[in-house]
């Protein structure tokens, strides 16, 4: 390394200081710097008995503390702590505060008293190994000090943002999970609208009332975080309706509401998976499918959900599973955490779901 390099670097780092990007509002500054200039002025006035003296010297010294300090948190630190150059920080470390010691030591004799160590017993010179030693421990303590204080600020920061940064990808994670439930939806009502008007069949037009009334729901009402329960019920009994137009009297349906239905809000589109699976999945016996739906809201404060078809499970081991019921639980995951179970099972050749909200 050539003889002068170390220094030259030194005095070009002063650059960097055009791309500090500091989390703390400057007012902050002033405050913090104002409120430890006061605690030293009547500390040390307090210390001699004699505040001109306090003063005078605080006022030569802070403008290098201040100075030392911003130069190793917002230049050293950033470009040889954080990058893991120890040598050359260590190197540039001892070069300020030695520099720091020469300027200070020099305006204090010069401004302040040419009794350099008033706090020292007797009388101390300046430049002798006891008085570098103090002098440089003193600025690593302040340097210390607000590194500290910078540390804990830096902190809170980035922990704030890692939190907004998850609750961003969070929210985008749920409107993907949402916009898979739509076309996955929309592809299984056209079907069947097709093969209406292939039929040539009367019901047509009222699948198509039905559908206008659903895709209003998804425009509108499906965009918010949340919507009441009666009109999530509201909606699964128009995609009822739509399959029953379809089967006409091969299904049985039952729709079950107890409880505060009315007070209550959910994510929307969130049980419409369940109710889908049983039409795709469900096995048709004597020519109808029976369903049973349970909406209940208990005393506890706790939503309990509940589907069953009736299911034949030689006829499934060929079947085409979709995205429903994942996309459902992964939801849940993430808008419930722990604040929710979900459970499947097969019963006397009945598929059963249930799932159970604590609002």
């Not at 960097?16 to 002025?41: A, Q």
């Not at 009441?228 to 909606?235: A, M």
């Not at 506890?300 to 509940?306: A, E, I, R, T």
């Amino acid at each position: 390394m050539p003889p002068f390099k170390p220094i030259v670097e030194f005095f070009l780092l002063k650059n960097n200081f055009n791309n500090i990007d500091d989390k703390i509002p400057g007012i902050f500054h002033f405050i913090f710097w104002i409120s430890y200039f006061l605690l030293n002025f009547f500390r040390w006035g307090s210390y001699f008995n004699d505040y001109w003296y306090s003063l005078k010297s605080n006022l030569v010294e802070f403008p290098l503390h201040i100075l030392i300090v911003y130069f190793n948190i917002y230049i050293l630190f950033p470009n040889f702590i954080l990058k893991k150059k120890y040598y050359k920080f260590f190197l540039y470390f001892i070069f300020s505060l030695f520099f720091l010691y020469m300027v200070r030591t020099g305006l204090n004799y010069i401004l302040v008293t040419e009794n350099i160590w008033p706090e020292a017993e007797g009388v101390q010179e300046a430049f002798t190994f006891n008085h570098i030693v103090a002098v440089i421990i003193g600025e690593i303590y302040v340097i210390a000090f607000v590194a500290t204080i910078k540390l804990i600020f830096d902190w809170m920061h980035e922990k704030n943002r890692v939190e907004d940064l998850q609750a961003t990808q969070l929210k985008t994670e749920l409107q993907f999970l949402k916009a898979q439930i739509q076309p996955h939806f929309f592809f299984n009502t056209l079907n069947n609208l097709y093969a209406l008007t292939l039929g040539q069949s009367k019901q047509a037009p009222d699948v198509v009332l039905k559908l206008s009334e659903i895709m209003e729901y998804i425009l509108y009402d499906a965009r918010e975080s949340e919507i009441r329960l009666l009109k999530e019920i509201n909606y699964i009994q128009n995609y009822i309706d739509l399959e029953k137009l379809r089967l006409r009297n091969k299904v049985s349906i039952q729709v079950i509401m107890k409880g505060d239905i009315e007070g209550k809000s959910v994510p929307p589109l969130l049980f419409l998976p369940f109710i889908e699976n049983c039409f795709k999945h469900g096995v048709i016996e004597n020519n109808k499918l029976n369903i049973i739906i349970k909406f209940e809201v208990t005393d506890s404060n706790v939503l309990n959900f509940s589907v069953t078809n009736n299911y034949n499970l030689f006829t499934q081991k060929n079947e085409k599973h979709g995205i429903g019921n994942q996309n459902v639980l992964r939801r849940l995951e993430l808008l419930f955490k722990d604040n929710f179970t979900l459970n499947t099972r097969t019963e006397k050749q009945n598929y059963i779901v249930e799932l159970s909200i604590q609002f």
